[in-house]
């Protein structure tokens, strides 16, 4: 069964607005990942945290930020929101030394 | 620069006869390869996998060969079943380093 959510799975808003996508999982995994995904491309990596408190960047360059105060909750930040935004968001989570990740459901953002 | 390569972005096959899947690497360094599987408007889940240190592994109708020499894996489904039709994805991770990095995918359609 996936432990891991995301909310919400569709989300349409105007440029300018704050809006946190959330990733939960029960998992007790350590490791945690926001990949960004646009249709017929690449999942790139945007943020990855190894555990509580800690936070880095991925590969592709985001404006988003992320926090991980519980090893349980791993949510996204985007502060103003731009139709460059728009895409779909991927967030996963996974076990030290096991490379097979569980992925949510994913969101996808709409900025208009 | 993509490290990893699906150069056929789709793929249709009739039901019962065998489906397969490419994917070409760059980066010598990938030790670690994957196939998620992704149907529309939910997350990857994990298919099956292989080590560097392998160049097959089976699981049921999945079968995963490696070719080093090459920087090229595949992924054969055999027999293909409708419930196959989905967007398969090759990724890879690098030695120490257990980010992945995926491929563009291939839509696969399985033909009744």
């Known amino acids: 069964e996936a432990d891991i959510y995301q909310t919400p799975r569709y989300l349409v808003i105007g440029t300018g607005k704050k809006i946190t996508l959330e990733c939960s999982q029960t998992m007790g995994h350590d490791k945690m990942y926001w990949y960004q995904q646009d249709p017929g491309m690449e999942l790139h990596l945007i943020h990855y945290?190894?555990?509580?408190?800690?936070?880095e960047k991925g590969d592709l360059s985001s404006e988003s930020t992320v926090s991980r105060i519980r090893t349980e909750h791993f949510p996204l930040t985007l502060e103003s929101a731009r139709p460059s935004h728009t895409s779909q968001y991927l967030c996963?989570?996974?076990?030290?030394?096991?490379?097979?990740?569980?992925f949510g459901s994913g969101t996808r953002l709409t900025v208009v | 620069d993509q490290q990893v390569k699906q150069n056929s972005p789709s793929l249709s096959v009739q039901e019962g006869r065998i489906s397969i899947l490419n994917c070409d690497y760059t980066n010598s360094m990938f030790d670690y390869f994957l196939w998620y599987k992704k149907y529309p408007a939910e997350g990857p889940t994990f298919l099956i996998s292989i080590s560097s240190i392998k160049d097959k592994n089976e699981d049921g109708r999945f079968t995963v060969f490696l070719n080093k020499s090459a920087k090229h894996l595949s992924l054969h489904i055999v027999p293909s079943q409708p419930g196959d039709s989905a967007v398969y994805f090759c990724a890879a991770s690098a030695i120490g380093n257990e980010k992945l990095t995926f491929g563009t995918g291939t839509r696969l359609t399985i033909i009744p």
């Open positions: 996963a989570s996974g076990v030290a030394g096991n490379y097979g990740y569980t």
């Open positions: 945290s190894y555990g509580v408190n800690s936070t």
